[in-house]
């Protein structure tokens, strides 16, 4: 039972998870094409979104509040990420889109296993959170066997 108040906001930060992954990527991007100032400038523009939410999300819904006020920041941060790069870069929108309805499939079918699986256990203790983690994560490797097959046959332990 001491687990269930937290069963909301880490459902909400699954969101906040796959925008945090792509909004990295950006970041080293901009590092990489000599424009880290960009990676800092969407990094204040996230704490600029954050800053006047937090409070009165967490005020009216506690920590799911303070859960979906970090997601809205991230998600604006990505966004302006990926934008400023499809500029940069000069790549059109469709292309970016290309590379990245994979991976962002991959992790909804595997959210939405989550759920359902969540839905039916109703976790209520640190096993079956656990447990679900697993599920994830078995779902997860099982979207990506290929690549795992082509990590392992690197040898590089």
């Not at 990245?100 to 359902?116: E, R, S």
Request: aromatic share 10%; proline share 4%; with cysteine.
């Amino acid at each position: 039972d001491k687990w269930h108040a937290a069963h909301t906001p880490l459902m909400i930060l699954v969101l906040f998870g796959i925008a945090r992954a792509y909004a990295a990527v950006n970041g080293y991007v901009f590092q990489g094409i000599g424009q880290p100032i960009l990676d800092f400038k969407s990094a204040l523009l996230r704490l600029a979104i954050l800053a006047p939410l937090i409070v009165p999300f967490i005020y009216f819904a506690g920590l799911a509040g303070a859960a979906v006020a970090v997601t809205i920041g991230i998600y604006i941060q990505w966004i302006f990420g990926t934008l400023r790069l499809r500029a940069i870069l000069d790549i059109s929108l469709r292309s970016v889109g290309a590379e990245i309805i994979g991976p962002l499939w991959k992790a909804a079918t595997m959210g939405i296993c989550v759920a359902t699986m969540d839905s039916w256990l109703s976790p209520t203790n640190l096993i079956t959170v656990f447990g679900l983690v697993l599920v994830g994560a078995g779902i997860y490797a099982i979207q990506n066997i290929k690549q795992i097959k082509g990590l392992l046959s690197l040898k590089l332990l």
